[in-house]
């Protein structure tokens, strides 16, 4: 079977599609000099419903900068566009199985939310990975749960990237923003997290830190392929 990944960025969600036994062609409007297979350079919105009705399944992460936690904090006053509507638009006329993927937050049917709890992505140390994102789909999926640690540290990975200053930020911080953490003793070091940290997490090894913060986590995509084979 063949899966088309637009937005494809480095690959995360592709990957997936590819460990749930799909030929995987990804789709972006930038050179992904990173993406481990075979990439169209375009825009997505240039792209016909005919075209997409090649592919037994389709998904689609539109950038998700302006539904972000950070674009409505301190990045409130950047303009970004919204590809969710038009995204949907194609993939419902192309009448292909899809999944749309975007942080929780943005204007999607929420069918599904994911995060690597419920997979048990960590790093080699234990800080768990809690990246949540929301799915819409096309098809019947089953909710897991959430399996956050009652205690330890949780890694980050940021739109924006590693920061080189040091911070301090709670112990119990999602991928999102701020949580938790009400004294001095519940907070750790940012610049303890480095980019190794960041793929093991994630289960991605092949990106930079840069593409790790637009990334889906494999175990994700994987998740909701599956899903669809059940039908």
Excluded at 1 to 7: G, H, P, Q, V, Y
Excluded at 94 to 99: A, D, L, T, V
Excluded at 124 to 131: D, E, I, M, P, T
Aim: charged share 20%; with cysteine; hydrophobic share 35%.
């Amino acid at each position: 079977m063949k899966a088309i990944d637009l937005f494809c960025g480095a690959g995360g969600a592709g990957m997936g599609l590819s460990q749930a036994g799909f030929e995987v062609v990804g789709v972006d409007s930038v050179e992904q000099k990173n993406y481990p297979f075979h990439l169209i350079t375009t825009n997505v919105g240039l792209l016909e419903p005919d075209f997409l009705r090649q592919f037994d399944f389709i998904w689609a992460s539109p950038p998700c900068q302006k539904f972000s936690s950070m674009t409505k904090g301190r990045w409130k006053d950047r303009k970004h566009a919204d590809w969710i509507g038009v995204t949907r638009n194609l993939l419902v006329e192309s009448g292909r199985p899809y999944c749309i993927e975007n942080v929780v937050g943005a204007p999607l049917r929420k069918d599904l939310m994911l995060c690597g709890s419920m997979f048990g992505l960590q790093t080699k140390h234990g800080a768990q990975l809690r990246r949540h994102r929301i799915f819409e789909c096309s098809f019947p999926t089953q909710q897991p749960e959430c399996n956050h640690k009652k205690s330890g540290s949780v890694i980050g990975v940021y739109g924006g990237g590693q920061h080189p200053q040091r911070r301090r930020i709670p112990a119990t911080i999602g991928v999102y923003g701020h949580a938790g953490g009400s004294s001095k003793r519940d907070y750790l070091d940012f610049s303890c997290f480095k980019t190794q940290d960041r793929r093991d997490a994630m289960g991605i090894q092949w990106m930079s830190g840069k593409e790790l913060t637009q990334a889906v986590p494999p175990a994700y995509a994987k998740y909701i392929a599956d899903q669809w084979g059940l039908i």
